[in-house]
């Protein structure tokens, strides 16, 4: 009777919990806790074109009810993650979504260029007959606009609407998956920022990345990270990111990913409630592994007890 | 989930904590541990110090929010472990030194009993800036003929490294990096077991990457926590 | 040896402890716990030029390591904080700071009008004989941008630059009393608005006010806040307070004043190298109303340990 | 700083906690309570139950994360308390009806208490949806016939209003309002206690705001939490 499932940019979801980009690896490190089919979705991590090998010093620190991070995007580069992630990719049947990022608009758009042909490639060897049932490698695209703009100095793209819409028109236009944009926190204008995604033809928004913090280790007059400045989640910012949700979700029509500190089932309907088609989960897979099936099985214990058969029943209501 | 049936206190900082249950792990290997259920955030990597059939030990040093909530628990509360985690001090053949600097004799004790078991020799050295601890157990399990304590000044004086072919060692850094000076150019193997910020202990954040030797990057709760010294960046482990 | 005191914009403070608006009353609240003098100083609760009755509904969420209040700038307006406040504050030797809040440019300028006409009074009795030692009732005037533009369709004055700027333009030429402008995190570009303040004369800035943020109530389906969205506060912000505190040190030499989720000495330590010349403690003064004497001490005793004997020797230093 | 002697689980959800110490305190009148350190935030404002010479006590229902970590302190815990704040009930002439609704009933133990002191009659009127609790502890002090006690159902149909002066009411929203139904135009005269999140308790966050009768606003803190019941808007007191 109780349906979780849903349909965002014509990809149906078993149902709404979707693993955020960085914290859950390309997707094998939480299987000895549960099958990774028991998910609506995961997001890998973060992709870029070339391979990086990521921030020096301390990449981690914890703040009251929030996480401190700065990974630098470490990871193995577009190609590398053909070859080696997208086979075992193939045996889940989950939605897989691959978030990308770069420093330049070149970059943006050779890494998602890469990744439509290997889909369209897969799609192709997929439609010839094949012994063993499998699913696609890469079912959408995530696209992380808060990288800092190599050519701008730094300065993120997705903190002025025009800055952003350079990267997504981009994108866009040489990629058929189906595209969501991720905004950051530090965006401008929340808001005018969905619509830009929407006019420019992304399938989905997502949101929130970080937000920016410091901390500073007193003992060695210095900051903690190497670039002073890190990305910050959990539970201490998840009133801030309900917000920017709520705002971001009445000013478009396209189906909006929340995120942000999420820990509980009641969190989820929080943010279905303030708009969202689906949600995804980050810092809480740390905080305990098996996350992913545990709210899978609380939001549909939730579902029961409300008598909520659909979540589209109170998607928004707020 | 455990429940907790030992919560002792050894020495200033020290705690024993017991949590009853059957649990898996070899030396050299951690759990991630919480005694509190949303604050503060993340769990905490603590090493096996031993397994025992009723149960698990971990032995641990009050050091901020977390360890000193633990340090509160009493018999009966639960406490959640997830484990075992990480890649732990190898099986070796040979004749194996153990060095351990306060806290860093943590996981030693389960190496001490893991290596006999296997009929490997071995000598635990273990140094403490103030009183020691536990040095009882190493006794029983090594007999106390193949403990030697050190207490103040540095306990890498008195490893007989000539006699190992391994050394695993656990402590401070500069314990660690004196050991290996003394070490290297030898016949005999460091493995050194190492300490980062952890959020996950999965594999999957990538907070806990240290810098190899050759400039690579490595996860400590992955491809670590123990390493062999050579394939570590020294510098790299005072940044914590 | 030690000496905790400090200088901003020629008004002496005892020491860097100021108690923030909103959080701290009129100053009598605490006086039950702790002299008002053993404080640096203290902001007022926010004034507008008339009276406001504030938000309906609830004004208080806890969230985790946070705080969302939606008070509404509940206040007996300045007229009748001259008449019945400013007599007692002129027995309490510490820096008294009012905090001005207005939906219109108008109101600001009117409301900061009649502080520095009291004032101007004030100086004049003062100079007469006088049996009793007297301290001032307004040292300095805090000005809160925060507020929701009435004009502008309610849209805070403190986000864009130029809005920001008119109100403290109009303001600095009306009042010859110190003038701090009080930034809102929400800023788009904080520098940004640290210099505008700095052009226009304000003699010092203070930042961070609340993070804006939202809570449901999921049981009845409705934002717990009247007006959806309250404003957050605590540890839990700790960070991203930092940062913008650091950003704006950085951009400007006038004296910063720096608060968000400050709770040990050590966080106050933290704030002053990020640049802070002076910080503020807000909602700590609810987890312990001993707050100010007991950081004050806890800050002495950590410059004795660390021997620092004036706070500038590390203010700035990261 | 107080240390907890005593911290008893009465029914379902219902403690019964004692602090050594001597406390002030009137009738009404309650402390801000925190058996933590850092998390949660805030600490939790409790009424008055009862005060000794060795020591206060607090009756508490477990609600949300405060008052379950509350229901874990043991013998020898420590518990910050911040009071007394507010104002409580007044010393009034004339016959008294103490009504509780369930945890409402944690405020009239002590009111019961002072008004029998100062020589005032009084009855009490008890309300339970499930197992009653500290019946007892209010026979004690008012004599077994003085105390009535109402399990399910509406405690309200059970004052005997006529035969009151005033009348002292703590309990859900509803059930008090249904009283004032009942009270207003007779010659009685409503006490209510009201409840409002609360950041400091003295006055200074003016998070706590209440709604009057006349459209003005009060604090629940320092105006309150008792009121005359023509004082208040009941409206309001559902929002919480
Ligand atoms: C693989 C591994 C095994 C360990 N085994 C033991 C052990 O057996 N016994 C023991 O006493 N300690 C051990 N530690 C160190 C222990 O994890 C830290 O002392 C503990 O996390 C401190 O937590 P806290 O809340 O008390 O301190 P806080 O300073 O409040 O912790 C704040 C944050 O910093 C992290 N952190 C602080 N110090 C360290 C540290 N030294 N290493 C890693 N993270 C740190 C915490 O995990 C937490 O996220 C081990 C660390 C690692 C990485
Ligand atoms: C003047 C006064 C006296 C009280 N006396 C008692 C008493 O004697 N015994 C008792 O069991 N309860 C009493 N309460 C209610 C008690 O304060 C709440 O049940 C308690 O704060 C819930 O905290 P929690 O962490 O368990 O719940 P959570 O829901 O986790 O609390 C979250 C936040 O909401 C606030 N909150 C939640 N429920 C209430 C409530 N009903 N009233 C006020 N704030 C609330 C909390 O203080 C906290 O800030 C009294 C309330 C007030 C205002
Ligand atoms: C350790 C870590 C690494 C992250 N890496 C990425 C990334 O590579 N790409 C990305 O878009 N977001 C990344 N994020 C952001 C998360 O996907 C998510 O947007 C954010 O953490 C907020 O959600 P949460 O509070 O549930 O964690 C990362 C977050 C963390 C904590
Ligand atoms: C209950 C409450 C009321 C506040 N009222 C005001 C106000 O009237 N004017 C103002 O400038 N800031 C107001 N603030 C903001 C604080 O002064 C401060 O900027 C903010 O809370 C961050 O500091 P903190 O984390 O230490 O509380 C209020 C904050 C709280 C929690
Ligand atoms: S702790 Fe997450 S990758 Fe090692
Ligand atoms: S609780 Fe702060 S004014 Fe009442």
């Known amino acids: 009777m109780i349906s979780m499932s849903c349909n965002i940019a014509g990809v149906s979801f078993k149902n709404p919990i979707i693993m955020a980009s960085g914290t859950y690896g390309f997707g094998k490190e939480y299987s000895r806790y549960y099958a990774l089919e028991e998910l609506g979705g995961f997001c890998t991590k973060g992709l870029t074109l070339h391979p990086r090998v990521g921030n020096p010093g301390v990449r981690l620190y914890e703040t009251p009810s929030g996480l401190l991070n700065s990974i630098g995007l470490e990871n193995p580069g577009i190609a590398s993650f053909i070859t080696n992630e997208t086979d075992s990719l193939q045996q889940v049947d989950t939605v897989k979504i691959v978030n990308l990022g770069g420093g330049t608009i070149e970059e943006y758009v050779e890494g998602a260029s890469q990744l439509e042909e290997h889909a369209r490639h897969e799609r192709e060897k997929m439609s010839a007959v094949s012994p063993v049932p499998r699913f696609r490698s890469v079912d959408m695209i995530e696209l992380n606009i808060s990288c800092p703009n190599v050519k701008q100095g730094g300065m993120q793209f997705g903190i002025e609407t025009a800055s952003a819409r350079t990267v997504v028109r981009a994108v866009r236009q040489v990629t058929q998956l189906p595209l969501i944009v991720k905004l950051s926190p530090l965006a401008h204008d929340i808001g005018e920022m969905a619509v830009m995604c929407e006019e420019e033809g992304a399938d989905a928004i997502s949101l929130i990345n970080t937000f920016s913090g410091m901390k500073i280790d007193i003992n060695n007059r210095k900051p903690v990270f190497h670039h002073k400045y890190a990305g910050m989640s959990g539970p201490a910012i998840r009133p801030l990111a309900l917000r920017l949700v709520h705002l971001a979700a009445q000013a478009v029509r396209i189906p909006v990913i929340g995120m942000g500190g999420i820990v509980t089932a009641e969190d989820i309907i929080e943010f279905t409630m303030a708009g969202a088609a689906a949600v995804q989960i980050g810092t809480y897979n740390f905080v305990n592994p098996r996350a992913g099936i545990e709210l899978r099985d609380g939001l549909e214990a939730w579902m029961k007890a409300h008598q909520v058969s659909d979540l589209a029943e109170i998607r928004g209501i707020v | ?240």
């Open chain 2, 1 to 240: 989930m455990g429940t907790i049936i030992e919560n002792r206190q050894l020495a200033a900082d020290m705690f024993l904590c017991k949590v009853s249950g059957c649990y898996a792990g070899d030396m050299g290997q951690f759990y991630m541990l919480r005694g509190w259920t949303d604050y503060p955030l993340l769990s905490r990597p603590i090493s096996i110090h031993d397994v025992h059939e009723d149960g698990i030990t971990f032995l641990y040093r009050v050091r901020g929010v977390g360890t000193a909530n633990m340090s509160q628990l009493r018999i009966g509360d639960e406490l959640q472990l997830e484990g075992p985690y990480g890649k732990g001090f190898p099986q070796v053949n040979g004749r194996v030194g153990l060095v351990g600097g306060g806290m860093g004799t943590a996981p030693l004790l389960y190496a001490a009993k893991q290596l006999i078991r296997a009929g490997t020799r071995c000598e635990a050295y273990l140094g403490f800036q103030d009183a020691p601890f536990r040095v009882d157990a190493f006794e029983r399990v090594l007999g106390a003929e193949h403990v030697h304590v050190q207490q103040g000044g540095s306990v890498v004086d008195i490893v007989d490294i000539a006699g190992c072919d391994h050394l695993f060692v656990c402590g401070p850094t500069g314990m660690m990096e004196a050991l290996w000076q003394q070490v290297r150019g030898t016949n005999a193997i460091l493995h050194v077991s190492v300490e980062k910020r952890m959020a996950c202990g999965v594999g999957a954040c990538l907070g806990c990457s240290g810098v190899r030797a050759d400039g690579g990057r490595y996860k400590a709760c992955t491809d670590g926590p123990v390493f062999r010294a050579e394939e570590v960046d020294f510098d790299d482990l005072y940044v914590l």
